[in-house]
């Protein structure tokens, strides 16, 4: 798979991703306190913590990275980007007090392994994949 290709699928993945966190039957209701924003939060699919914020930035993400997948460097410089954001997002859902990125959004939970994985996925295709 190129570089292009993966960022243009990742893009579509989290686009679909953020829509679907606005659709209430696949959201359930969270377990536990409330974030500082006071907006709903749920859980997607019962497994990964999301709210209105979380879902507009998968969104922003999925536009980035679709935009990303027109030229090579664009799609690399997304993949360095997400390997990077996606690594720091995955320590914070680790940290008290960072775990929900100062009250705005969820990282905790099934997040962080997500997380985790879409990191992994970015370093590949923006560092060691050749093709």
């Known amino acids: 798979m190129s570089k292009r290709r ?7 993945l989290f686009l679909v ?19 500082a924003t006071e907006s709903p939060h749920g859980l997607l699919l019962g497994i990964f913590p999301i709210n209105p914020a979380h879902n507009g930035a998968h ?16 799609a ?17 859902g680790m940290i008290p007090g960072l775990d929900d ?16 994985g879409i990191a992994a996925a970015s370093a590949y295709f923006g560092w060691a994949h050749r093709g």
């Open 6 to 12: 993966f960022a243009a699928i990742l893009g579509v």
């Open 17 to 35: 991703i953020g829509l679907a966190g606005f659709v209430p039957p696949l959201v359930w209701p969270a377990q536990g306190g409330a974030l």
């Open 59 to 74: 969104i922003l993400f999925g536009l980035w990275g679709f935009a990303a997948g027109r030229s090579a460097g664009g």
């Open 76 to 92: 690399l410089f997304y993949a360095r980007c997400v390997a990077i954001l996606f690594a720091l997002l995955t320590v914070m």
């Open 101 to 116: 990125l100062l009250g705005l959004m969820p990282l905790y939970g099934n997040d962080i392994w997500l997380h985790l």
